[in-house]
């Protein structure tokens, strides 16, 4: 058997603030540090080992992945680093309180920006203090390849040749692999592997921190998925995700 874990990132900073993260390099909220420590302890009650590790180039992933490998006493595994498994990119929303947008907007407006498939907020300007190609680690990627806004169908885009030609393979040589990164880009991955809809998918709401295991043949066939914890407070979790974007 064969396994890839997924671990969306514990809570942010901007996630406590109820903000649009997206590329904006936010650090974990102490509740995140914590969650992240929880998460691995869980992983390792649960005989889960790891030979390799993939996440993105965001500190609230990479301190999310430094927690869990600390917990399990797997800090000395290899980790590999792509710009790829960042968050979607949310454009000039980037900053802006959820609940406040929707107050704006409308409720429906702020859920197609954050779940739909093929809508993209208005791009955030090159001139913006937080903008990529302003950013020294997006320095070797290509201008064409920095993302201004994103849709969920462009972060796919972005994210899937890194899964098929990196992290996917991998299992070829590995027999455990853990993927820290964000919801989004995790959602693609997910969307990917169950073959769910793009009409479905923003339906699909990964929680913080919450071990999302995914099993294969050794033909590499997925056979079964599953989050590790308690059920019901993963589901509560769940709709505190998709509670976020709401104006009440």
């Avoid at 609940?99 to 779940?115: C, N």
Wanted: glycine share 6%; hydrophobic share 35%; with cysteine.
């Amino acid at each position: 058997m064969k396994r890839i874990v997924l671990v969306r990132h514990g809570e942010s900073q901007w996630n406590k603030e109820n903000r649009f993260t997206g590329w904006t390099n936010v650090d974990l909220s102490e509740k995140g540090v914590e969650e992240a420590s929880n998460a691995g302890k869980l992983l390792k009650e649960q005989g889960f080992t790891f030979q390799i590790a993939y996440t993105s180039y965001l500190k609230r992933a990479i301190k999310t992945l430094n927690g869990v490998l600390d917990s399990m006493d797997l800090d000395w595994i290899p980790v590999k680093k792509s710009w790829r498994l960042n968050e979607k990119h949310y454009g000039n929303l980037q900053g802006l309180n959820k609940s406040e947008t929707a107050a704006k907007f409308g409720d429906e407006q702020v859920l197609i920006w954050r779940r739909s498939f093929d809508v993209a907020p208005n791009p955030l300007s090159d001139a913006d203090p937080n903008s990529a190609t302003r950013d020294k680690r997006y320095a070797q990627v290509p201008d064409a390849y920095i993302p201004r806004t994103e849709s969920l169908k462009d972060a796919i885009a972005r994210v899937m040749p890194y899964w098929e030609c990196e992290i996917f393979p991998a299992l070829k040589e590995y027999d455990s692999i853990i993927v820290t990164a964000h919801g989004n880009s995790l959602r693609g991955i997910v969307k990917h592997l169950k073959g769910i809809s793009d009409k479905d998918i923003v339906a699909l709401n990964i929680p913080t921190a919450t071990p999302y295991v995914f099993e294969f043949d050794d033909n590499l066939n997925l056979v079964k998925d599953y989050y590790l914890g308690d059920q019901d407070e993963i589901r509560r979790k769940q709709e505190a995700v998709a509670k976020q974007g709401s104006s009440k």
